[in-house]
């Protein structure tokens, strides 16, 4: 069975850091691409972050770029996302998902939440940003 399991969300003040966790089961983990999407309140889902662990290759999207960290321990099937200069509107459920790799890269590249190509979402995990 496919299971994503995300972790490390909670409260943080606005410039704080979070680093979420990714634990994939189920599946060959270098054979797809992980990302990192989010959902705030009254909008849709979208991509943040994606990496592909056979390659090392990453992606974000312009909202995050310089402030969000993705990276991948393969021994673990694990994927992370460091979280630096969070700010209000970084407010969301944050999901990982896995899917081909390069549809995963055209959801995080164009802002999309499509669902992925390897199990469910899962629950997810809340990162609100106080002011």
């Known amino acids: 069975e496919v299971q994503l399991v995300e972790s490390g969300g909670g409260l943080v003040q606005a410039g704080g850091s979070l680093r979420l966790s990714c634990v994939t089961s189920?599946?060959?983990?270098?054979?797809?691409?992980i990302g990192w999407f989010r959902q705030a309140p009254g909008k849709e889902r979208e991509g943040v972050s994606c990496?592909?662990?056979?390659?090392?290759?990453?992606y974000y999207a312009n909202t995050v770029k310089g402030r969000f960290t993705i990276s991948s321990d393969n021994a673990k099937n694990t994927v992370y996302l460091q979280m630096d200069g969070l700010r209000p509107e970084d407010t969301a459920i944050y999901y990982c998902?896995?899917?081909?790799?390069?549809?995963?890269?055209?959801?995080?590249?164009?802002?999309?939440?499509?669902?992925?190509?390897?199990?469910?979402w899962g629950q997810g995990t809340q990162v609100p940003v106080s002011t």
């Open positions: 189920g599946f060959s983990f270098e054979d797809y691409g």
């Open positions: 990496i592909s662990p056979a390659d090392g290759s990453t």
């Open positions: 998902a896995a899917g081909q790799p390069a549809s995963v890269k055209l959801d995080v590249v164009h802002g999309l939440g499509r669902s992925p190509t390897a199990g469910s």
